[in-house]
């Protein structure tokens, strides 16, 4: 993944956080992840998120793997 495709994903997930109409709380309960790790990926501090959290990230948005990060 190269620089700009790591800062889209957590814009990626961001809007589509947004356009769900879920706050980051509700996503990172939902994803069953932790509160800091999804603020952490949606503004860039988590470059390289882990395999487990973008998986669980994008079934919580009803979205498969591949949608969230091409």
Do not use: C, H, W
């Amino acid at each position: 993944m190269d620089k700009k495709q790591e800062n889209n994903l957590g814009q990626k997930i961001r809007n589509l956080r947004k356009k769900q109409g879920l706050s980051q709380d509700e996503l990172a309960r939902k994803a069953d992840i932790p509160y800091t790790t999804l603020t952490k990926i949606e503004i860039g501090v988590i470059k390289n998120p882990s395999f487990n959290a973008v998986s669980k990230i994008a079934l919580a948005l009803g979205i498969n793997l591949d949608e969230l990060t091409n």
